[in-house]
């Protein structure tokens, strides 16, 4: 069974850094693209990026470019989406999900985790 | 950016409506466009991908269809579990944007 499991709850101040995780179990991580999705509170998705662990390719948003860095570790099945200094403005609730592709060719996500609540606040 | 105007962003409707929730992109995108359902404090679910291929599972009360730059969300038979959020996903171009998100009322 494919599951993505995110990291916990993170409360930090402003101009903290923060590495939050998404474990995938039931396929090799290297095998899709993995995405980030940030929802802040009340609002809509909006995609932050995407990361293929095969080969590390990595695409950003623009509107997240040079904030925010996705990477993996394929040795334990893992991607990361980390901040060198937070802003208040980041608080809100981020979601991994796992790239497919259909037959004949249109990319959606089927698989998300289950969120991780960022919140920060002085 | 390929913006995704989805809309209305709200709709109030009663169980047993039929309703239509449309997304245009700025831009050609094919097919490649998603629908999915939000419910309060959970992930995204999909439902529709490729504009019109019901994802396996999803009612088939759910349907949608178009092709290019206009697509819509069909609910045939609103049953009471479909009051909640619903957003289309371009996945043609990079970054793969979301529309605003529609409020399913009762």
């Known amino acids: 069974e494919v599951q993505l499991v995110q990291s916990g709850a993170e409360v930090k101040n402003p101009g903290d850094s923060l590495k939050i995780s998404c474990r995938a179990s039931g396929y090799s991580l290297t095998s899709y693209w993995i995405a980030w999705v940030r929802q802040m509170p009340g609002k809509g998705l909006e995609w932050v990026g995407i990361m293929y662990p095969g080969d590390s390719e990595t695409r950003y948003s623009p509107s997240f470019q040079g904030h925010v860095t996705i990477s993996a570790d394929r040795s334990i099945n893992t991607a990361f989406l980390q901040w060198d200094s937070l802003k208040a403005s980041d608080t809100a609730t981020y979601y991994c999900t796992r790239r497919e592709v259909a037959t004949r060719g249109p990319y959606y996500f089927h698989y998300w985790g289950q969120g991780t609540l960022v919140t920060v606040s002085s | 950016d390929t913006q995704m105007t989805q809309s209305p962003s709200s709709l109030s409707a009663s169980v047993g409506d039929r309703v239509t929730i449309t997304c245009r992109a700025s831009?050609?995108?094919?097919?490649?466009l998603n629908w999915y359902q939000q419910k309060p404090g959970k992930a995204p679910k999909l439902l529709i991908y490729g504009a019109s291929t019901l994802q396996s599972g999803v009612p088939s009360r759910f349907s949608g269809s178009g092709s290019g730059t206009d697509f819509t969300l069909t609910i045939s038979s609103l049953q009471p579990e479909d009051f909640v959020s619903y957003y289309c996903?371009?996945?043609?171009?990079?970054?793969?944007?979301f529309g605003q998100g529609t409020k399913m009322e009762i």
């Open positions: 996903q371009q996945t043609y171009s990079i970054p793969q944007t």
């Open positions: 831009q050609f995108i094919s097919n490649y």
